[in-house]
């Protein structure tokens, strides 16, 4: 028997195993929703009645505002952002972060702390006027959740530096992540929005212009706007962090980095470069992991075969694959029965 032959039959023999891998760590960022924006209520015209309003756009190139803003006018942000869809799992995440980049502060002493909440969750990333909140912390709304008091400060960083310099501390990191790993609920809350919002006392700013101006989403750059980091545990065959496994998707990146090394990639490989279980090489190690997956969530069996012939793998015969590619979609058919 040739080399070529017996390499090929402990590949065929590779793909019809099924071998359990470890979870790995994968990070995950999200940007929030361009409805991002602030809530603002003014002592002049309109009447009272007509307060808040909501400002789902920026006015000027950069800002919006929290803390006193066009004379004696009071505003909070509001900062929505898309759950993941990650399966149905149970706590699907592992830490996560919030970071915004404050680029300017008003004319007045800006010595007022700013504090962060979690007020709701909903399948529409508009603003609501009840989101707003002017009082001292904690607010007593049912289902409102203090994520940090005083996440901003007059210590906080300030300026144009191309990316979030304020973020969460480690006892905000850890309220965020209870708050979302319950707004996930198992999966039932995957895709609905989470919004955040940056507040402060009554009548805690002087009546000038005294308000922390944070970068959105409509302004300036990707890496400057609100961002969450969010850790995940990777799920097996899931190339693109998504909580899915898809044909060609999660496949691809296996593709096209067939048979690289760290050292022939010049980085560490990673997860989403196709090296799923992050051994430094993407072989057919991988490809198992990735068809073992894909199979047992249902996947198509021709589609399995077409992305194993597009690696160029030498085969003693496609039936011999086929066979084994059906006896691996039997095993996964009984491991889901």
């Not at 009272?48 to 803003?69: D, S």
Request: glycine share 10%.
């Amino acid at each position: 028997m040739t080399r070529t032959t017996l390499t090929s039959v402990a590949l065929l023999a590779c793909l019809a195993a099924s071998c359990a891998t470890q979870p790995a760590a994968m990070g995950l960022t999200i940007y929030s929703d361009a409805n991002d924006g602030f809530l603002e209520v003014r002592d002049i015209l309109p009447p009272a009645g007509e307060w808040p309003q909501v400002h789902p756009e920026t006015f000027g190139t950069y800002n919006a505002n929290v803390g006193e803003w066009f004379g004696q006018g009071l505003t909070a942000i509001v900062l929505p952002f898309q759950i993941p869809n990650l399966g149905a799992v149970s706590n699907p995440f592992t830490d996560a972060n919030l970071g915004v980049m404050v680029h300017e502060v008003g004319t007045g002493p800006t010595t007022t702390d700013i504090d962060l909440y979690a007020v709701r969750t909903d399948p529409n990333p508009a603003i609501l006027t009840d989101d707003y909140y002017n009082g001292s912390a904690p607010d007593p709304t049912p289902g409102v959740a203090l994520i940090q008091e005083g996440f901003l400060n007059a210590s906080s960083p300030v300026g144009f530096v191309g990316a979030p310099n304020n973020f969460t501390d480690a006892a905000g990191d850890a309220a965020l992540l209870t708050y979302l790993n319950n707004a996930y609920d198992g999966g039932s809350g995957a895709g609905d929005y989470v919004f955040l919002r940056l507040s402060y006392g009554a009548d805690d700013f002087a009546t000038v212009w005294d308000a922390y101006k944070v970068t959105m989403r409509e302004a300036g750059q990707q890496g400057e706007w609100p961002v969450l980091t969010l850790g995940i545990v990777a799920i097996p065959g899931d190339t693109d962090g998504n909580g899915l496994v898809e044909y060609p998707q999660d496949f691809d990146p296996i593709l096209n980095n067939w048979r690289e090394t760290n050292d022939t990639f010049g980085m560490t490989l990673a997860r989403t470069d196709g090296d799923l279980n992050v051994d430094g090489v993407i072989n057919v190690s991988d490809f198992r992991e990735w068809k073992d997956a894909y199979l047992a969530a249902g996947g198509s069996p021709e589609q399995v075969l077409a992305a194993f012939a597009s690696l160029g793998v030498p085969e003693p015969t496609s039936a011999a694959l086929a066979a084994l590619v059906l006896t691996a979609v039997a095993g996964a058919g009984r491991r889901r029965a």
